[in-house]
């Protein structure tokens, strides 16, 4: 048998052929509607509703806006390809520091989907 060929058998046994890899290291975190609520108090309630079924002094009512939604509006200030917006203005501005925050968000505002 060759060298090499040799050198990628011993690394493959003495990897265990990646069995002690650590199986669902990766995980997609839920949301949690409570800090969502607060989130929301804290950066969305000045101009939408504290109730988010009810519009606000500025912006629309929001209950029930999907995860998709929300990243688009809170990220970029955007919309979701072909989703009708409630208004046609343009005054929100993005957050994009609330990033690690949007499962929260959903969580509260659409809990069913959540
Ligand atoms: C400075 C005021 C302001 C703040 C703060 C704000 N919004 Fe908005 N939001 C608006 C306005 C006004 C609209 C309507 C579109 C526009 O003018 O940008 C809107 C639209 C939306 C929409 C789309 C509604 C629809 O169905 O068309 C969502 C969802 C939304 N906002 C969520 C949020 C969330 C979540 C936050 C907090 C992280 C937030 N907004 C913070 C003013 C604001």
């Known amino acids: 048998m060759k060298t090499w060929a040799m ?3 011993i690394a493959a ?3 265990g052929c990646g069995r002690e890899k650590e199986p669902g290291t990766q995980t997609v975190r839920l949301g949690d509607a409570r800090r969502g ?3 929301y108090l804290t950066n969305c309630a000045a101009c939408h509703n504290s109730d988010p079924s009810k519009d606000g002094t500025i ?6 806006a999907s995860r998709e939604l929300i990243e688009a509006r ?6 979701p390809p072909d989703y009708k917006p409630r208004r046609k203005t343009a005054a929100m501005p993005a957050q994009p520091y609330l ?3 949007i499962p929260d968000l959903a969580a509260f505002l659409n809990p069913a989907a959540n």
């Open 74 to 79: 809170v990220m970029r200030a955007t919309y």
């Open 59 to 64: 912006g629309p009512a929001v209950k029930g």
């Open 7 to 9: 050198t990628v058998l």
């Open 13 to 15: 046994l003495l990897s």
């Open 37 to 39: 609520r607060a989130l």
């Open 99 to 101: 990033a690690s925050s």
